[in-house]
């Protein structure tokens, strides 16, 4: 499996990006999909995962009521709607596909990373 993100930019906080991440070499219906974020200096952390369907999806607290995770599966391909963005949301962002087991992302492919930077 293949994950390719895109959509990453320089924004001024308060502003919206989507961040969008293309899958190949498999379909990825059965899969969870997420992202993940990781800031200079910091550890990466899980943001968002969605299920197949959509009916079931996970945020870190930060990000909740501000970003929006979605799939197309007929484009194999997983979004990241992010609103209201802050400087703190400033990251290189990876998107994920795995198994949501105990609370977490259990993450068997990773895509690269696209850069995120909120101006203040």
């Known amino acids: 499996v293949q994950l390719q993100a895109s959509g990453g930019g320089l924004v001024q906080a308060g502003d919206s990006l989507r961040l969008s991440c293309a899958g190949s070499?498999?379909?990825?219906?059965?899969?969870?999909m997420g992202w993940f974020r990781q800031a200079p200096g910091e550890e990466r952390e899980f943001v968002a995962a969605?299920?197949?369907?959509?009916?079931?999806?996970e945020y870190v607290d930060s990000v909740k009521g501000r970003f929006t995770i979605s799939r197309d599966n007929a484009k194999n391909t997983v979004y990241l709607q992010m609103n209201s963005l802050k400087p703190e949301d400033t990251a290189v962002y990876y998107c994920?596909?795995?198994?949501?087991?105990?609370?977490?992302?259990?993450?068997?492919?990773w895509g690269q990373g696209t850069q995120v930077t909120i101006s203040s």
């Open positions: 994920a596909a795995g198994f949501w087991r105990s609370g977490a992302l259990d993450v068997h492919f």
């Open positions: 070499g498999r379909t990825l219906s059965s899969y969870y």
């Open positions: 969605s299920n197949w369907s959509g009916g079931r999806t």
